[in-house]
């Protein structure tokens, strides 16, 4: 894809996440989905391209009345088409990734897009997916969703040439994950707590240096679509199973997928393309990422990843706008080496 395509996309996710990080702290995170997919849709509509929605937003709460207080035009909608036209792609977005996260201004909150050649992406409608993920230097046959938490552990340890001990694992923070980070602790290895959001959890296992070695547990089916894609640009690896939490579900899923619903998801069933290209941009500082700054001067400072499959290539940009104008961009590659 054109490089001017790539660096479009990418100022899309930094304006959203410029608009989401003005409601750090502010524990409004309907307010702060709002803005995000708000700056979403206009960057996106202005693009030249014809990006089909592969997987629409879902409500942030669950109660119909604070799902109507939450209600935005600015709403993705799965099978609608942003752009102006050119290049037909399949887009998934999450303006925000971990809105909790934002709403107490709590670390690791990005702004996330991936995109591919149309008709590459995993088109559907499914809420809850179990996952695993880690990076390129773990044999993928010697891991898998249907293997135990014992097994993954002990092949993510022997690929990595470490002992059990000194894996990191990381787990979403959730009541549904209490007997699995009990086993994961009970061989040893160490547990990550992931408060919000899995997608920089999974993309963490493949990026040298976050410490994050291997990542287990059920999560959005949306995040398990940008982890995996971004994994598989990054040569890392990544399955999930279905999980059907709601009436009508499994068969809607069935009706949109050419394979067995009931059997494990490849990354290839996933993702069909090697032209793959994943951006996220930082809200809030992280591991990975550093948060949007806002600078006295009134400049505002953004970093971001990018990911191309194409060419193998992983570019952490940090870029400084100045009076709503685009600033100087500067690659620096150190910024990833925090730990995780």
Same mark, same amino acid.
């Given at each position: 894809?054109? $490089?001017?395509?790539?660096?479009n996309?990418?100022? *899309?996710?930094?304006a959203?996440a410029?608009?989401?990080?003005?409601?750090?702290g502010?524990?409004d995170?309907?307010?702060a989905?709002?803005?995000?997919?708000k700056?979403?849709?206009?960057?996106l509509?202005d693009?030249?391209?014809s990006?089909? *929605?592969?997987?629409?937003q879902?409500?942030?709460t669950?109660?119909?009345?604070?799902q109507?207080a939450?209600?935005? @035009?600015?709403?993705?909608?799965?099978?609608?088409?942003?752009?102006?036209g050119?290049?037909?792609? @399949?887009i998934?977005?999450?303006p925000?990734?971990?809105?909790?996260?934002?709403?107490?201004?709590?670390?690791?909150a990005?702004s996330?897009?991936?995109?591919?050649?149309r008709?590459?992406?995993?088109?559907?409608?499914?809420?809850?997916?179990?996952?695993?993920?880690c990076?390129?230097?773990?044999h993928?046959?010697?891991?898998?969703i249907?293997?135990?938490?014992e097994e993954?552990?002990?092949?993510v340890?022997?690929s990595?040439?470490?002992?059990?001990h000194? *894996?990191m694992?990381?787990?979403l923070?959730?009541?549904?994950?209490? $007997?699995?980070?009990?086993? *994961?602790?009970?061989?040893?290895?160490?547990?990550k707590?992931v408060?919000?959001?899995d997608?920089?959890?999974?993309?963490a296992?493949?990026?040298?240096?976050?410490g994050?070695?291997l990542?287990?547990?059920?999560g959005?089916?949306?995040?398990?679509?940008l982890?995996?894609?971004?994994?598989?640009?990054?040569?890392?690896?990544f399955?999930?199973?279905f999980h059907?939490?709601?009436?009508?579900?499994?068969?809607?899923?069935?009706?949109?997928?050419?394979f067995?619903? @009931?059997q494990?998801?490849?990354?290839?069933?996933?993702?069909r393309?090697?032209?793959i290209?994943?951006?996220?941009?930082?809200?809030?500082n992280?591991s990975?990422?550093?948060g949007?700054?806002h600078?006295s001067?009134?400049?505002?400072?953004?970093?971001s990843?990018?990911?191309?499959?194409?060419?193998n290539?992983?570019?952490y940009?940090?870029?400084?706008?100045?009076?709503g104008?685009?600033?100087s961009s500067?690659?620096?590659?150190?910024?990833?080496?925090?730990i995780?």
């Open positions: 894809m054109r $490089q001017s395509l790539i660096s996309f990418q100022r *899309v996710c930094e959203t410029i608009e989401a990080s003005k409601w750090a502010h524990a995170k309907v307010s989905n709002n803005a995000a997919m700056a979403v849709r206009h960057g509509g693009m030249s391209m990006g089909h *929605v592969v997987i629409g879902r409500p942030l669950e109660g119909p009345q604070d109507a939450e209600k935005n @035009d600015d709403l993705l909608v799965a099978g609608e088409t942003l752009g102006r050119g290049d037909s792609l @399949d998934v977005v999450d925000i990734e971990g809105t909790n996260l934002v709403a107490n201004n709590q670390r690791n990005i996330a897009i991936v995109f591919a050649p008709s590459t992406l995993l088109n559907a409608p499914v809420k809850r997916m179990a996952k695993i993920a990076g390129p230097a773990v993928p046959e010697a891991v898998g249907d293997k135990t938490p993954n552990i002990a092949a340890a022997r990595l040439c470490k002992p059990v000194d *894996v694992v990381c787990i923070d959730r009541p549904r994950h209490a $007997q699995l980070i009990e086993r *994961v602790r009970a061989t040893g290895a160490r547990v707590l408060y919000d959001g997608v920089q959890a999974a993309l296992t493949a990026i040298p240096n976050t994050a070695d990542m287990l547990g059920e959005g089916g949306p995040e398990g679509v982890a995996c894609a971004g994994l598989k640009a990054l040569g890392g690896f399955q999930a199973r059907f939490t709601e009436e009508g579900e499994r068969e809607a899923v069935a009706a949109a997928c050419d067995d619903i @009931d494990a998801i490849t990354m290839d069933e996933m993702v393309t090697n032209d290209h994943f951006v996220a941009t930082g809200i809030t992280g990975m990422l550093a949007v700054k600078n001067d009134g400049s505002i400072q953004t970093h990843i990018v990911v191309s499959s194409i060419d290539t992983t570019s940009v940090t870029r400084i706008y100045r009076d104008s685009f600033g500067i690659s620096e590659p150190g910024l990833h080496d925090s995780f």
